[in-house]
């Protein structure tokens, strides 16, 4: 699998993110301590010509999503920017695969179902509340419920990130 397909799966999984932003953007308000490295990544990949948009939620996924764009500037770029990222990726990748993540998308799961959508339980085999397809997520009421659940069910601290 490619360095950048491996980036964006990791970014889209483990970046964690308690709110969303205008347009599923992140805004200022909304950013954890433990965003700060995907913010930075992007700025780099930026000065370096590649043009990335902001780190964003994709509303049905946990954490904020990385869109890495082809390119010739791509993969140098991403060569030079990628030690923005590996200082939170093992916290990240180790915080997924707790129980605490597991329980926090159960409360999640939960919240959904409260607001009128249909989701599975997550398992610990698929801890991330994914039951749902994007032709769903992308509904007008799903992303209202996504929203409001992340509101009222607060992300449990990344343990080793921020530092």
């Known amino acids: 699998m490619r360095p950048l397909r491996i980036l964006a799966i990791v970014a889209s999984v483990a970046v964690l993110l308690a709110g ?6 992140a805004s200022a308000s909304t950013r954890t301590p433990e965003d700060q490295s995907e913010f930075d990544f992007v700025a780099c990949m930026r000065s370096h010509g590649v043009h990335m948009r902001d780190p964003f939620h994709r509303p049905g996924h946990t954490g904020l999503s990385l869109e890495v764009p082809g390119g010739p500037a791509s993969q140098p ?31 999640l799961a939960q919240c959904l179902r409260d607001h009128g959508e249909d989701v599975p339980d997550p398992t610990a085999d698929h801890p991330d509340a994914e039951g749902v397809g994007a032709d769903r997520r992308n509904t007008p009421l799903f992303q209202a419920a996504d929203q409001a659940c992340r509101q009222l069910v607060p992300m449990p601290t990344v343990p080793g990130l921020g530092k």
Request: proline share 3%; aromatic share 8%; hydrophobic share 40%.
């Open 77 to 107: 770029a991403e060569a030079k920017c990628r030690h923005l990222l590996k200082g939170n990726i093992g916290a990240k990748a180790a915080f997924v695969a707790s129980p605490a993540f597991l329980e926090y998308n159960l409360r």
């Open 20 to 25: 969303c932003g205008t347009r599923g953007s």
